[in-house]
């Protein structure tokens, strides 16, 4: 049994993304069990090792520590290039040439719903003819890798809010830039790393389904999931900059010291009582994935600026 905290770099560590590493590391060690980082770069615009070194030391600062060496997506191409060579051979995957300004249109146009989450691709490049392909091709633009999915529901038991299901669409395999998408590269990886155990933020629920269907697929066992309530700002938006201090070394800068951002993440998760002093080292003993909250998490007054 493995757990893991995936972060991706493009940015130094918010509350609320804190939070939900302090919840995946207890949800490993309080069963005395292995705990990796993976780190999620693999958007090279965005993504940049001094963010990486800052979540790490952050990370440090809580007391969380993690086996073995941190993975790095961007070293794990070949990875996922396979596992599309795998779906290729069982006829899965399909090229599609749609703009993000076409797919937008077309699913506008469509008179149904789509079967998927939000946003869900409407299939456009699914079933094109020889020829209609050929004419894309020509056009120069490099197309997109997408799964060609059986739209069917997918069901899978969250530790925190239960049973779930939900549809999934067409989704991109690589972008064609021929980058690898998330939703490839965290299946691809929690498998080949033996990870058991997935905690990470709700916001990510409705692609769990997409998931475990391609864990599926590929014939990967389905991890347990957690998802975690994000933490909101009082002016009811997921906590974002504009709200004020919301990482470590900006609430340091404020005079709030980790231990207090540590105090704030036990009894947000009714792991400690308001002000108690804690570490994570006595949350480890009080640990009950079942027993913490299910609503959103209000960020404290500390990191709230007067007007936000
Ligand atoms: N890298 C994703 C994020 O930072 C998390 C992915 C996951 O835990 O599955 O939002």
């Given amino acids: 049994m493995t757990g893991r905290f995936a972060p991706s770099p493009t940015g130094e560590l918010h509350l609320g993304n804190l939070r939900t590493a302090v919840v995946a590391w207890l949800s490993a060690r309080a069963d005395g069990r292995p705990f990796l980082v993976r780190m999620e770069d693999l958007d090279r615009v965005q993504a940049r090792p001094e963010h990486e070194a800052a979540q790490l030391r952050d990370m440090t600062a809580l007391g969380l520590d993690w086996d073995g060496d941190v993975v790095r997506q961007s070293e794990r191409f070949h990875l996922y290039d396979a596992a599309i060579d795998q779906l290729a051979a069982a006829g899965s995957v399909y090229e599609c040439f749609c703009s993000r300004r076409e797919i937008r249109n077309d699913i506008e ?17 699914r079933d094109l003819s020889i020829s209609a392909r050929a004419e894309r091709r020509a056009s120069g633009r490099p197309p997109a890798l997408r799964l060609r999915t059986d739209h069917g529901i997918y069901d899978f038991v969250d530790r925190l809010v239960g049973p779930q299901s939900g549809g999934v669409d067409d989704f991109v395999l690589r972008r064609n830039d021929g980058v690898p998408a998330y939703n490839l590269a965290v299946v691809v990886d929690d498998g080949l790393q033996g990870i058991t155990d997935v905690v990470r933020g709700d916001d990510l629920l409705p692609s769990t389904p997409r998931h475990v269907m391609l864990q599926q697929m590929l014939g990967i066992e389905t991890p347990s999931y957690l998802h975690i309530p994000l933490v909101f700002g009082a002016n009811g938006e997921r906590l974002a900059k504009s709200h004020g201090a919301t990482t470590l070394g900006e609430l340091r800068d404020a005079d709030i010291s980790s231990a207090a951002v540590m105090s704030w993440i036990g009894s947000s998760l009714k792991l400690a009582a308001p002000g108690e002093a804690v570490g994570v080292g006595d949350l480890v003993n009080r640990f009950d994935p079942a027993a913490l909250p299910k609503d959103i998490a209000v960020a404290p007054d500390f990191v709230l600026r007067p007007e936000a």
């Fill in 109 to 125: 146009a469509a008179s149904s719903a789509p079967h998927g989450p939000p946003g869900s691709y409407p299939g456009t490049c």
